[in-house]
């Protein structure tokens, strides 16, 4: 292999097509289709007495009107419970329009179709349902009263309700290591709801085709072959009759992920139903109330430590909000509770949680799904513990790394996907000191103090973490190498913006020794790959870039086969550069990969004078073979799976300088400091940018955005008037550093960092106002007014 662009920075190949314009995105298409809006439940909690549609019946333009009632029941039926638990003993779904009941305001009731979107919306308005209000359950606290019910057939709201343990190496429990600790501390931390917020929101395009009686269904989503799965099995069509697209993806950041969305079933349905093209795009006001929203925490932390802050006993115990249903499980939940412990292995640990129906928004995952809360929960523990103890921050969390000799670390946990959770690798330390380095841990006292001196007020602030990445159970890669020397590769999961046509073809280019221009990548559709699981868990890199590997290994091995017959060699004596097979060290005698290609055709249409006069010495060295050799198939192409035993365990530490306004309480991030390893990095420029955005988003999720739920389940700020997100005006440079420990359990080597930037955010700037300000922070996010409440209390107490 001679042409590594493994590691490198390529420039994305995607970008000049996306930032001039040329993007596909779902809007982008069926600009003749008809239109679909949806009149969706004002209310939290509802009983549906009557829905009366006559008066939209006349206006022209409309096509159709469709109730539950309209429904076959195929199609009606509640959607399925994507992942379920154990713990989960009462999850529940909703339906794809609503029966009898709703449950929060935006769910579907009707769908209209209509000639175009102003049409329908107009009849939306004119469709008449009569709601008997329900006392509407919002909020944690009221929900694990179990006053009201979400669902009369779950007492206390409860869905879910998990206990895992691990005691200490002499078994005793947390609590009792708690309990017999020099030093012992208890305390509550609270999360604010909040969601991703993709530029381009959910949408659905279907094309009903009656000559073929098939199905093509462009949606914007994450994992395009579930979908398919979910609509051929509720309409009831053999599957390869179902193709699914995912176009360009303007981000999807974990709502996308949701399988079948109601709109995803309804859409298709109703195109194959009506015999016309149907579209539906999101609008934002649908996609605050309708789609899904995370985060949403109250957790309470009780640690028993000794005199150098290494925790003995630690004990959490936490309320998830899930919103009025479950359809992807109770995953955030638990990832909170296995990923909690980030780099550290205290004594001995227990974790508990339930998780609560509200009438509110679903919760699904949102990037760092369920992380944030678990680093935020460890994080401001250390701190906690440093404090108490006079101690620097660092020394505290240094004295309970897990050593760089002690990997593979057995936590004797199970991890999200039921298997032993287990570290591969890491070095802790050297990230702790790196980080220090980076922003200047030792020094900041003097820049406090010449601040001071300014009347400025900082703080400093940090936070760890460590991600599972690259969970299985398997992603697959295709690889085809043309008659034109061109490589089109393929994978099943979906891209939204992370760069993976450049890091596949960075990676196939490497593999197969040819220039990255003729490497295509084509992913998220099922027409080209039909068997994958998605994109999210930072796990593309390491499922898909394996398997792409893997899949190129065998063409090159089967290039080499090839090309050693026609050059009268060894395989093993030959190598390919820029896309010719060479004999090592002798240039002269070689083949282009093209005409391989050619060659491995028997029919051996060749289309350049080099290729056929390849082809005709092929064709007289092989009279007495059969033209396709046993055990060999035509095509130089290959496909082949990647499906790891365990998870891969990629971390960080980040730190942060703030400053807080010693009048107006304004608080404003001065520096960002990122030290991260992922294992070896396949683009370090890609890296850096997830990691940057990541960050940027953390920021928002720690100063500014949450979702505001009246009494009555309103969310007051359904809008980006109200819904605040940062500028690039709030986000500063972000300072970056990679560590390289290579995970053991990839060929490649690599862990996944899409999620990396956001996990520690909210922990690193609570721990820099904290620090600024010598007042707890324990809840996030946190406004200006809401600090300078804070610094009024602190004074009055
Ligand atoms: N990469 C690399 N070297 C590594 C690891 C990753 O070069 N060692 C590159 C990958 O090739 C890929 C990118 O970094 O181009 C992210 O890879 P990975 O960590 O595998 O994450 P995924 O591709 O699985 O992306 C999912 C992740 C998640 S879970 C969310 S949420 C998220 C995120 O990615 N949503 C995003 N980043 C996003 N970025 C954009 N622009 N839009 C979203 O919706």
């Known amino acids: 292999?001679?042409?590594?662009?493994?590691?490198?920075?390529?420039?994305?190949?995607?970008?000049?097509?996306?930032?001039?314009?040329?993007?596909?995105?779902?809007?982008?298409?069926?600009?003749?289709?008809?239109?679909?809006?949806?009149?969706?439940?004002?209310?939290?909690?509802?009983?549906?007495?009557?829905?009366?549609?006559?008066?939209?019946?006349?206006?022209?333009?409309?096509?159709?009107?469709?109730?539950?009632?309209?429904?076959?029941?195929?199609?009606?039926?509640?959607?399925?419970?994507?992942?379920?638990?154990?713990?989960?003993?009462?999850?529940r779904t909703a339906r794809p329009?609503?029966?009898?009941?709703?449950?929060?305001?935006?769910?579907?009731?009707?769908?209209?179709?209509?000639?175009?979107?102003?049409?329908?919306?107009?009849?939306?308005?004119?469709?008449?349902?009569?709601?008997?209000?329900?006392?509407?359950?919002?909020?944690?606290?009221?929900?694990?009263?179990?006053?009201?019910?979400?669902?009369?057939?779950?007492?206390?709201?409860?869905?879910?309700?998990?206990?895992?343990?691990?005691?200490?190496a002499d078994g005793r429990s947390a609590a009792q290591m708690i309990e017999s600790a020099p030093h012992r501390l208890e305390f509550r931390l609270d999360i604010e709801r909040s969601a991703s917020m993709p530029l381009e929101g959910r949408g659905v395009y279907a094309r009903w085709d009656p000559d073929d009686g098939s199905l093509r269904v462009y949606s914007s989503t994450q994992t395009s072959t579930s979908v398919r799965m979910a609509i051929a099995a509720k309409l009831g069509l053999p599957l390869p009759k179902v193709e699914v697209i995912a176009p360009d993806v303007g981000g999807g950041f974990g709502v996308k992920i949701v399988h079948p969305w109601p709109e995803e079933i309804l859409i298709p349905w109703a195109a194959r139903t009506l015999g016309r093209?149907?579209?539906?795009?999101?609008?934002?006001?649908?996609?605050?109330?309708?789609?899904?929203?995370?985060?949403?925490?109250?957790?309470?932390?009780?640690?028993?430590?000794?005199d150098d802050g290494r925790i003995l006993g630690l004990d959490v115990t936490f309320l998830h909000d899930h919103g009025a249903y479950t359809p992807y499980g109770i995953i955030v939940p638990i990832i909170t509770s296995t990923q909690l412990l980030g780099p550290y292995k205290p004594g001995a640990y227990r974790v508990e949680f339930s998780s609560v129906y509200t009438n509110t928004v679903i919760v699904t995952p949102y990037r760092g799904a369920g992380r944030p809360q678990?680093?935020?929960?460890?994080e401001r523990t250390m701190d906690r513990i440093a404090a108490y103890l006079g101690k620097d921050r660092t020394e505290v969390r240094a004295a309970n790394f897990?050593?760089?000799?002690?990997?593979?670390?057995?936590?004797?946990?199970?991890?999200?996907?039921?298997?032993?959770?287990?570290?591969?690798?890491?070095?802790?330390?050297?990230?702790?000191?790196?980080?220090?380095?980076?922003?200047?841990?030792?020094?900041?006292?003097?820049?406090?103090?010449?601040?001071?001196?300014?009347?400025?007020?900082?703080?400093?602030?940090?936070?760890?973490?460590?991600?599972?990445?690259?969970?299985?159970?398997?992603?697959?890669?295709?690889?085809?190498?043309?008659?034109?020397?061109?490589?089109?590769?393929?994978?099943?999961?979906?891209?939204?913006?992370?760069?993976?046509?450049?890091?596949?073809?960075?990676?196939?280019?490497?593999?197969?020794?040819?220039?990255?221009?003729?490497?295509?990548?084509?992913?998220?559709?099922?027409?080209?790959?039909?068997?994958?699981v998605g994109t999210f868990a930072s796990r593309a890199a390491v499922m898909s870039g394996n398997a792409i590997a893997l899949a190129c290994r065998k063409v090159r091995d089967k290039a080499l086969r090839i090309a050693a017959e026609a050059l009268e060699a060894d395989p093993a004596d030959l190598t390919i550069t820029d896309g010719i097979v060479h004999v090592k060290g002798n240039p002269s005698a070689s083949i282009p990969l093209a005409t391989v290609a050619v060659l491995s055709n028997p029919l051996r249409y060749a289309f350049d004078e080099e290729a056929q006069r390849a082809t005709q010495f092929a064709t007289a060295a092989s009279d007495d073979k059969p033209p396709v050799a046993e055990g060999e198939e035509p095509g130089l192409e290959g496909r082949d799976y990647y499906s790891p035993v365990r998870s891969t365990f990629a971390y960080g530490m980040h730190a942060a300088i703030v400053e807080t306004d010693p009048e107006t309480a304004?608080?404003?991030v001065l520096r960002y400091a990122v030290v991260h390893d992922c294992g070896r990095l396949i683009n370090p420029m890609i890296v850096d940018g997830q990691i940057h955005g990541?960050?940027?988003?953390?920021?928002?999720?720690?100063?500014y955005e949450r979702m505001v739920y009246d009494e009555h389940g309103q969310l007051l700020n359904a809008s980006f008037m109200d819904f605040l997100m940062p500028y690039a005006t709030e986000v500063p440079r972000v300072e970056t550093a990679h560590l390289e420990t290579p995970s053991p359990l990839n060929p490649l080597g690599i862990k996944g960092a899409g999620e990396a930037g956001v996990i520690p955010v909210s922990a690193v700037i609570a721990s820099a106002i904290e620090d600024a300000e010598g007042i707890p922070i324990m809840r996030m996010p946190i406004s200006p007014s809401e600090l300078f409440h804070l610094r009024r209390t602190a004074t009055e107490r």
């Open 402 to 532: 897990i050593q760089p000799d002690e990997f593979p670390y057995d936590h004797k946990m199970t991890f999200q996907d039921g298997r032993p959770l287990i570290y591969d690798s890491g070095n802790y330390p050297e990230a702790l000191r790196m980080l220090k380095e980076l922003i200047g841990w030792d020094e900041f006292e003097k820049e406090r103090e010449r601040a001071a001196a300014e009347g400025r007020r900082l703080g400093i602030g940090i936070g760890c973490y460590v991600e599972g990445t690259g969970v299985g159970p398997y992603e697959g890669g295709h690889v085809q190498i043309t008659s034109d020397g061109r490589v089109h590769v393929s994978t099943g999961l979906t891209s939204q913006g992370q760069g993976h046509q450049t890091a596949f073809a960075q990676i196939a280019a490497t593999e197969l020794g040819v220039p990255i221009e003729r490497v295509s990548v084509v992913t998220g559709d099922t027409r080209r790959f039909g068997y994958a």
């Open 97 to 168: 329009l609503a029966k009898d009941v709703v449950r929060h305001v935006g769910e579907p009731v009707v769908m209209v179709v209509a000639e175009d979107r102003y049409t329908a919306e107009d009849v939306c308005d004119l469709i008449e349902v009569d709601y008997e209000p329900l006392p509407a359950v919002v909020g944690i606290e009221e929900a694990v009263r179990g006053e009201h019910l979400v669902h009369p057939d779950v007492p206390g709201n409860v869905g879910a309700h998990l206990v895992q343990e691990v005691p200490s």
């Open 1 to 91: 292999m001679t042409t590594s662009l493994f590691g490198e920075r390529v420039q994305r190949l995607e970008d000049p097509r996306l930032i001039t314009g040329n993007g596909r995105y779902l809007d982008d298409l069926g600009r003749d289709a008809l239109a679909v809006a949806f009149v969706r439940s004002p209310h939290a909690h509802a009983r549906i007495r009557d829905i009366n549609v006559d008066r939209a019946l006349d206006v022209p333009g409309l096509v159709a009107v469709y109730t539950w009632e309209d429904l076959p029941a195929r199609v009606g039926e509640p959607l399925p419970l994507l992942i379920p638990h154990p713990a989960l003993t009462h999850g």
């Open 277 to 306: 093209e149907i579209k539906w795009t999101e609008d934002r006001r649908e996609h605050f109330i309708s789609s899904a929203h995370e985060r949403g925490q109250v957790q309470y932390v009780r640690v028993g430590f000794d």
């Open 666 to 668: 304004e608080i404003k």
């Open 694 to 703: 990541g960050v940027a988003q953390g920021i928002g999720g720690a100063l």
């Open 374 to 378: 678990g680093v935020f929960c460890m």
